[in-house]
């Protein structure tokens, strides 16, 4: 029998007898392509053991669930649709959920107490998922998303009731009028509604407020002294969220300052009331406010009245616009060089109401 001579060719220690070098040499060639063709064999059917377990293990999908207070849901759950296939949310409200392969490729989330929501999923999907239930007694046409760009696309109406406080100075008309009447003149506080709009972060307002009527007896004469306010307003919303709305405000105000005096008696003879004259002066000034106004913001719950509603405070800077005010009585127009005098200083308190325009 003869024997193989890629095995009797070689030593002990594998190297070829000087008498069989090409032979050896031949078998050597042999082994290497022999070796490189199982390597070759072994890294297919490892890259397609790979794939298939890929295939078939299907999309894990990773998200988040939170109300709409964005506050994390526990234990909320996440289906694939038609199937029993689910998962519960942790403590943070994160999931994961492994899709079935072959199966309907979207999620079902619901928790008690809050609206189901279905997120379909595809390759144009970004993870984590944001998603977000809002309560049964909030109806889904009322729910905001909180990004702030899509807020600024929606027209925002705003009823509110303003509290404006404006600090004047009456002293160069004390001469005039005694220190009984611009004593009570110092400052101009009125309380009244503003009716406004938001669209594309620009916000436009006209209010009207009426107060700070004050009433009193002296020795002689009775004091009745009225304010009235009306207002234009133009501002940015810088910021327009679901919780916060910040907003630099530039506003044009007409300030009416009423004063009455007469006598006190409620029975005067016709000499005496024209030797004292009734005093009606209406007093005019404008003033320009540049200030900014923050509110927070929270859910009414009342659908179809209103979406949200605001408690807020603003502070500004107020200028003259005309230096001596423009004083009437009944039937004159009184000219005078003196000036109010104005502290720059203003701020005002709000309760808002809004409706997203839909």
């Known amino acids: 029998m003869k024997r193989n001579p890629c095995i009797t060719a070689l030593s002990p220690d594998c190297s070829p007898r000087p008498h069989q070098q090409l032979s050896a040499s031949k078998c050597k060639t042999e082994k290497i392509a022999v070796m490189r063709m199982a390597a070759r064999i072994f890294a297919v059917t490892l890259l397609a053991a790979v794939s298939i377990g890929a295939a078939a293990q299907g999309t894990v999908v990773t998200g988040v669930i939170r109300d709409n207070r964005d506050v994390p849901i526990v234990g909320a759950t996440a289906c694939q649709v038609n199937t029993s296939n689910c998962t519960a949310a942790d403590m943070n409200g994160?999931?994961?959920?492994?899709?079935?392969?072959?199966?309907?490729?979207?999620?079902?989330?619901?928790?008690?107490?809050?609206?189901?929501?279905?997120?379909v999923i595809d390759e144009s999907t970004v993870y984590p998922l944001e998603i977000n239930l809002t309560p049964i007694y909030i109806p889904d046409e009322m729910f905001l998303d909180d990004s702030y760009s899509d807020l600024r696309k929606k027209v925002i109406m705003r009823s509110s009731l303003t509290m404006d406080a404006v600090f004047s100075d009456f002293e160069e008309f004390t001469p005039a009028l005694g220190s009984h009447n611009t004593d009570l003149m110092r400052y101009f506080a009125v309380i009244g509604p503003e009716l406004g709009a938001s669209?594309?972060?620009?916000?436009?307002?006209?209010?009207i407020g009426m107060g700070y009527s004050y009433q009193d007896d002296l020795d002689t004469i009775s004091v009745d002294l009225n304010n009235t306010l009306y207002k234009l307003s133009i501002g940015y919303d810088l910021v327009n969220s679901r919780r916060v709305r910040i907003t630099p405000l530039l506003s044009a105000r007409w300030l009416r300052y009423r004063l009455l005096n007469y006598p006190g008696d409620r029975k005067i003879s016709m000499t005496r009331y024209l030797d004292e004259r009734d005093i009606d002066l209406r007093f005019n000034q404008t003033i320009a406010v540049a200030g900014l106004n923050l509110e927070y913001l929270m859910y009414s719950g009342m659908h179809g009245r209103s979406d949200r509603w605001s408690f807020g405070i603003a502070g500004g800077y107020a200028v003259k616009l005309n230096r001596t005010p423009w004083i009437y009585s009944k039937g004159n127009r009184v000219l005078t060089d003196h000036s109010i005098g104005l502290n720059p200083i203003t701020f005002s308190l709000t309760v808002?109401?809004?409706n997203i325009a839909r």
């Open 94 to 119: 994160i999931f994961h959920l492994l899709l079935e392969p072959g199966r309907d490729m979207s999620l079902k989330v619901e928790c008690l107490g809050f609206n189901p929501v279905e997120v």
């Open 199 to 207: 669209f594309s972060g620009v916000y436009f307002g006209l209010g």
């Open 352 to 354: 808002s109401y809004y």
